[in-house]
């Protein structure tokens, strides 16, 4: 049985160069950067082969829009925030949006998203791999190694956080004895 849940993205501002990352691009990202600043930069990757073309310590926020999920091993999940932190400009953000999945529990909900000027966009996530720990819990865990979790919100299977990168260069100035 699938749910139907509304996210309102209306006044979600994503600033500077924006580098956007998932499995299926719904355009929302897009949308909502450009109503906020037609000139900035917006990038994609949707896969391994995509990475190597990204430019390293570019970019002031990363969104992944309902894609973790599909990331099935941890390993994986590992591997995609170390590249992030890499794509992330000195106390860049992330913003993301996944399913509260844990393992051996299949989720299927419909979301209507709704976004400036074009009323929604709806969109279906079907996270059924049994295998698949997606739960907030687990990717909370990873994102810790590499982020500071500013905003954590769970609600209807469905969870949001916002984190920044850890780190700065006066920190690293320090450890190398600068």
């Not at 000027?117 to 996270?127: D, E, H, L, M, P």
Request: proline share 2%; net charge positive; glycine share 6%.
């Amino acid at each position: 049985m699938s749910k139907e849940i509304f996210i309102n993205l209306e006044k979600e501002a994503f600033l500077g160069n924006v580098l956007d990352i998932g499995i299926e691009n719904h355009g929302i990202v897009y949308e909502l950067c450009k109503e906020t600043d037609d000139n900035l930069t917006i990038d994609y990757i949707s896969g391994e082969k995509d990475k190597a073309r990204i430019e390293k310590n570019y970019f002031d926020s990363c969104v992944i829009f309902f894609s973790l999920f599909e990331i099935v091993s941890a390993y994986g999940k590992n591997n995609l925030m170390k590249d992030i932190v890499s794509f992330l400009k000195n106390k860049g953000t992330l913003y993301l949006w996944d399913v509260d999945k844990p393992r051996f529990k299949s989720i299927f909900i419909k979301l209507k998203v709704v976004v400036p000027k074009q009323g929604f966009k709806q969109v279906k996530i079907k996270a059924r791999n049994p295998l698949t720990d997606a739960s907030c819990r687990t990717t909370c865990k990873i994102l810790k190694q590499y982020f500071d979790i500013i905003d954590l919100k769970q609600s209807d299977n469905i969870y949001y956080i916002k984190a920044q990168k850890k780190g700065s260069f006066l920190r690293e100035d320090i450890a190398d004895g600068h």
